[in-house]
């Protein structure tokens, strides 16, 4: 992993072979995932359908068209909360939330931090672990 920072900011690259989310829980950083672009493969979209994640596959290189989420404190450490959307060859788009992938050629990440803010994560009735965020 690249990176450099600017404040609270970081851009950030990952390398081939690197994974997602497991990178972004490792920065030792808070903040929104506000953009970011590359090549996965061994993605592993998920679909909440009320009781868990309904996932997908895909094996094969896509193209990270869109990537955005947060990265913020459970009751077991960090949560990494990502959506995404890639492209395969041909243009067909995919997206969902990101479970895992693993980075082919390169990804590039910014990540805003927000000096003030706690992003805490909660569980609830729902099963998902909701966002309370709350001023430091």
């Known amino acids: 992993m690249l990176k450099a920072q600017s404040g609270e900011n970081l851009m950030v690259r990952l390398q081939d072979g690197e994974r ?16 970011g672009v590359g090549m996965l493969r061994d993605v592993v979209l998920g679909f909440w359908d009320g009781k868990g994640y309904r ?37 067909e ?5 990101l479970l895992s992938a693993t980075v082919h050629n390169t990804a590039e990440l910014a990540v805003f931090g927000l000096p003030g803010v ?19």
């Open 20 to 35: 997602l989310p497991e990178a972004l829980r490792e920065l030792g950083a808070f903040g929104v995932v506000v953009c």
């Open 93 to 97: 788009a995919l997206g969902g939330h």
């Open 55 to 91: 996932e997908e596959r895909i094996a094969e290189p896509v193209e990270l068209l869109s990537l955005q989420g947060n990265i913020g404190e459970g009751p077991e450490g960090v949560v990494v909360h990502l959506h995404v959307v890639v492209g395969r060859e041909g243009g």
């Open 118 to 136: 706690r992003l805490l994560r909660r569980p609830e009735p729902t099963g998902l672990l909701g966002l309370y965020p709350e001023e430091t």
